[in-house]
């Protein structure tokens, strides 16, 4: 507010509805109505980590509770192709990767024109590879048992593969989606809680080096201001001579 009681700025939290996990707008949704839970901030932040640690969980344990279907719409992505093929000629991203894949199994028609909405998970193989060259498109999941073998040892670079390894579990980078979901605790959680001095209400989601190092600035008992308003560290303010 500015001092005159006038509104100046307004901040809230905001659904990230396009170019999301699903994983990550399912966290977003039901994390921040917790922050009107507690007494103390504390309590407001303990209640908003239980729903950050319950989504880390599903991933520590690769979505055991979750059905194969469950587990894929969870952690999909989508994205829509605003052009055709042809206009993305030479560019890398996940979708353009989807589109070319799902080419190989359902025809070439299907990504002739604008507007293809490409949903896709990232694999973990082959290992090394860009995550634009990992990208999976779940369509293949859909797909005759002979056609999904095929064209999973191949985008997955192994030819070795056998029938349990092709359970998308296995193919998944978890890696990948613990950190995607890692910033957005950090993004919504973890960084405000710092901010306002509460400890880590998630430890599994370490604070970044940025952030350790304003926090102890902050709490410097010999930080002090000389009288230009400038913060100096361990240095006593300039006092005038009153001779």
Known sequence: FNFDGSLAELKGFELKRRGELQLIKVFQERVFKRFL???????CYQSVADVANHWLDV?????????????????????????TMEE?????????????????FL????????GLNCTYIVS??????????????????????ETQEA???????????????????TILDWQYYKDRLGKAIQ???????????????????????WLLRQVRERLDPMKQKNIFGMEISGVSPIVADSR
């Not at 082959?126 to 779940?138: H, L, S």
């Not at 960084?191 to 509460?198: D, E, S």
């Open 151 to 169: 064209l999973l040892r191949k985008w997955c670079n192994s030819s070795s593969m056998i029938d349990t390894s092709l359970d998308v579990r």
């Open 88 to 104: 993305y000629e030479g560019r890398k991203s996940m979708a353009i990767t989807t589109a070319k894949r799902i080419a190989e």
């Open 187 to 209: 993004k919504i959680v973890t960084i405000p809680a710092a901010m306002q001095l509460v400890k880590n209400p998630v430890e599994r989601v370490p604070h970044p080096d």
């Open 107 to 114: 025809g070439a028609d299907m990504i002739a024109n604008k």
């Open 37 to 43: 839970d507690g007494e103390n901030l504390e309590e």
């Open 124 to 145: 973990r193989t082959p290992e090394g590879a860009p995550v634009t060259e990992r990208a999976i498109p779940v369509e293949i999941f859909k797909a005759d048992k």
């Open 59 to 83: 991933l520590d344990n690769k979505g055991v509770d979750l059905e194969d279907e469950e587990l894929v719409a969870l952690i999909s992505e989508s994205s829509n192709m605003s052009k």
